[in-house]
C-alpha cells in the first residue's frame, strides 16, 4: 500500500508540500495560531486597562490579593 504524502512527511522522507491534506493541516495550525496570539494579546490589553484597586485575583477559597500595580519591572523603568 503506497504512503500517504502526510505519512512520508513524518517519517521522513520526500513528499509533495501541496498535498491536500498538508494543506488542510497547515491552515488549521494557522488559524489556532492566529487565535493563541489574539487571546495573549487580549490578556495584556486586559491586564494593562485593569486599575490597582480592581486588579483582584483569586489565590484560593474565599482568598483573594491585589495585583502589583504597576509590575516591578514598570516601576524600574519609571525611575
Not at 509533495?16 to 490578556?43: C, F, I
Request: hydrophobic share 40%; charged share 25%.
Amino acid at each position: 500500500m503506497a504512503m500517504t504524502q502526510k505519512e512520508r512527511m513524518l517519517a521522513g522522507e520526500l513528499y509533495v508540500a501541496d498535498d491536500p491534506e498538508l494543506v488542510a493541516d497547515a491552515a488549521r495550525a494557522a488559524g489556532w495560531l492566529d487565535r493563541y496570539n489574539r487571546a495573549s494579546t487580549a490578556t495584556v490589553i486586559a491586564k494593562k486597562a485593569c486599575p490597582p484597586e480592581r486588579c483582584v485575583t483569586t489565590i484560593g477559597a474565599g482568598d483573594a490579593s491585589v495585583l502589583p500595580w504597576p509590575s516591578p519591572i514598570q516601576q524600574t523603568r519609571a525611575q
